[in-house]
T-cell receptor, first 116, second 113 residues
Framework: AQSVTQLGSHVSVSEGALVLLRCNYS??????LFWYVQYPNQGLQLLLK??????LVKGINGFEAEFKKSETSFHLTKPSAHMSDAAEYFC??????????????FGQGTTLQVKP | DAGITQSPRYKITETGRQVTLMCHQT?????MFWYRQDLGHGLRLIYY???????DKGEVPDGYVVSRSKTENFPLTLESATRSQTSVYFC????????????FGQGTRLTVV
C-alpha cells in the first residue's frame, strides 16, 4: 500500500531562516503529490501540487517543492520564514489508481514553529 | 457563499448516541470525502463518494455510515458513538478530473464523553 512519511513532527526555525519540511513517498509509479497547510482551527489549504509537468513546483506564500524520483522525495522549502508561516503542514499523495479523483493519502503532518 | 461548509463546527455527545455531521458543497464536485484527523496519524479517509448514490469505504470506515442522495450533500453518521471516535472530522470535495486536488471544509471537532 502507498504511504507518505514526513520526517519530523515538529520543526522550529527562526524568522528569516530557511524552512525545510521533508516528505518521502512510497510508490512504484510516480504519483501526484501535494502539500497542504492547516492554520489553527481551520481546514486544509493547498500550497502546491506536483503533476509531472516540472520537478520544481512553486506554490503560494513563497513555498516551493522539488520532486526527486531517485529519492522518492517531495520536500517543501521556503527561503525565508515569516511568523505567519507557523502552522501544520501535510504532504499527501494521490491514491494509486485514483489519481484524478482527489482521493489522497496523507502523511502524519509537521508542525512548523517560527521564532522571532 | 460558494465553497464547502460543515456543520456543526463543534459537537459534544455521549457514548452510544447517534450523531450526524453535515457537509455541503456548492461547486458541483463529483467526489466527496470524509477524513478524521488525529494526533500522530495525519488525516485518514473514512468514506468517499464518486457521485450521488455511489459511496465506498476508506481506511477507517468501522462505526460510520454515509449517504449521498444529492451531489451537494454528504452527511456522516456515527451510529453509536464511542470515545475512540473523538476527533476532528474534515469533509472535502474534488472535481474528479485531471490532477484533482481536494478542497476542505473547516472541520467539525467532535468529543464523545
Amino acid at each position: 500500500a502507498q504511504s507518505v512519511t514526513q520526517l519530523g513532527s515538529h520543526v522550529s526555525v527562526s524568522e528569516g531562516a530557511l524552512v525545510l519540511l521533508r516528505c518521502n513517498y512510497s510508490s512504484s509509479v510516480p504519483p501526484y503529490l501535494f502539500w497542504y497547510v492547516q492554520y489553527p482551527n481551520q481546514g486544509l489549504q493547498l500550497l502546491l501540487k506536483y503533476t509531472s509537468a516540472a520537478t520544481l513546483v512553486k506554490g503560494i506564500n513563497g513555498f516551493e517543492a522539488e520532486f526527486k524520483k531517485s529519492e522518492t522525495s517531495f520536500h517543501l522549502t521556503k527561503p525565508s520564514a515569516h511568523m505567519s508561516d507557523a502552522a501544520e503542514y501535510f504532504c499527501a499523495v494521490s491514491d494509486q489508481g485514483s489519481s484524478n479523483t482527489g482521493k489522497l493519502i496523507f502523511g502524519q503532518g509537521t508542525t512548523l514553529q517560527v521564532k522571532p | 457563499d460558494a465553497g464547502i461548509t460543515q456543520s456543526p463546527r463543534y459537537k459534544i455527545t455521549e457514548t452510544g448516541r447517534q450523531v450526524t455531521l453535515m457537509c455541503h458543497q456548492t461547486w458541483s464536485h463529483s467526489y466527496m470525502f470524509w477524513y478524521r484527523q488525529d494526533l500522530g496519524h495525519g488525516l485518514r479517509l473514512i468514506y468517499y463518494s464518486a457521485a450521488a448514490d455511489i459511496t465506498d469505504k476508506g481506511e477507517v470506515p468501522d462505526g460510520y455510515v454515509v449517504s449521498r442522495s444529492k451531489t451537494e450533500n454528504f452527511p456522516l453518521t456515527l451510529e453509536s458513538a464511542t470515545r475512540s471516535q473523538t476527533s476532528v472530522y474534515f469533509c472535502a470535495s474534488s472535481l474528479g478530473q485531471g490532477v484533482s486536488e481536494a478542497f476542505f471544509g473547516q472541520g467539525t471537532r467532535l468529543t464523545v464523553v
